[in-house]
């Protein structure tokens, strides 16, 4: 055993793109089309639980019956033809957030993939997200130079299965030629967390607004982010070594903690 690979899931742990990107492109796709209803925070840390932006949308209208006005007749005609062409208008907003930098990295990210690829490890991306709604991150959160340094990228439409299923994982193993005892997982949410455990990779969770009351039991270490020497982070489940930020050393110790012991004799 020992880290070949460092797999990051991206909204929530890349970047806040739950809180600050998609609920305010949502929001504005909704005033858009004349809708009354708004997503709030609250309502929607709920929805983040389902895995998909239009599984979200399409469980909002069936469970929650909003008013949806003149939009109700095409509802009632295709709900997943609506759904999409919510989904599409929501994504166009969401790109122009990302284009007028109102989404950066979270502390710690661009580090961690310098110090992996000064290492020799390589670097996954893995997210329940389309390609076409990934490639802003990609590109204005992100930037080209360390999005070239991704060697694999796993992403939702790929699987028949999204997080919280193992499915997205093994692929980008099996794409990367590595093991899940050589990998860490990095993810914000408790559906990201039962992936990568479900697919046998000891994952590290970084919460965020929207998850820190999520159940991280299962997750080999839980922090505030992955922090920065001038910035530390806060530890919140689990022991790291080493400063109180996360390194390629930290995470090599994360994955020596998560190996099975072996049973001692009666």
């Known amino acids: 055993m020992s880290l070949r690979a460092v797999l990051f899931d991206v909204d929530g ?19 858009k089309l004349g809708l009354q209803m708004r997503w709030g925070p609250k309502l929607y840390r709920r929805l983040l ?8 949308l399409k469980y909002y209208v069936q469970h929650y019956r909003p008013d949806l006005g003149a939009q109700q007749a095409e509802v009632d005609a295709d709900i997943d033809a609506w759904v999409a062409k919510v989904h599409e208008l929501k994504s166009k907003y969401f790109r122009r957030r990302m284009r007028h930098g109102k989404v950066p990295l979270r502390p710690g990210v661009a580090r961690v993939m310098r110090e992996a690829r000064r290492e ?11 390609l076409k709604t990934l490639r802003p991150v990609l590109r204005y959160c992100m930037g080209p130079e360390l999005a070239a340094e991704v060697d694999v990228i796993a992403s939702g439409e790929e699987v028949a ?19 899940a005892c050589d990998c860490v997982a990095l993810e914000d949410s408790e559906m990201g967390m039962k992936a990568a455990v479900a697919a046998g990779v000891a994952a590290v969770v970084t919460v965020n607004s929207d998850t820190v009351e999520q159940d991280f039991e299962r997750a080999s270490l839980v922090m505030s982010s992955l922090g920065e020497p001038g910035a530390p982070a806060r530890v919140l489940r689990g022991q790291l070594p080493g400063p109180q930020w996360v390194t390629i050393g930290a995470l090599r110790g994360v994955l020596e903690q998560s190996k099975p012991r072996p049973a001692r004799a009666a």
């Not at 639980?49 to 979200?56: A, I, M, S, W």
């Not at 020799?120 to 389309?130: D, E, P, Q, Y």
């Not at 299965?161 to 093991?179: E, Q």
Request: glycine share 8%; net charge positive.
């Open 49 to 56: 639980k389902l895995p998909g932006g239009r599984e979200r």
């Open 120 to 130: 020799g490890l390589k670097l996954a991306i893995v997210t329940n997200a389309s």
């Open 13 to 31: 742990t890349l970047a806040d793109t739950e809180s600050l990107g998609h609920r305010p492109a949502y929001n504005r796709a909704f005033r």
């Open 161 to 179: 299965h999204k997080k919280p299923a193992p499915d997205l994982y093994r692929l980008a193993m099996r794409r990367l030629d590595v093991k």
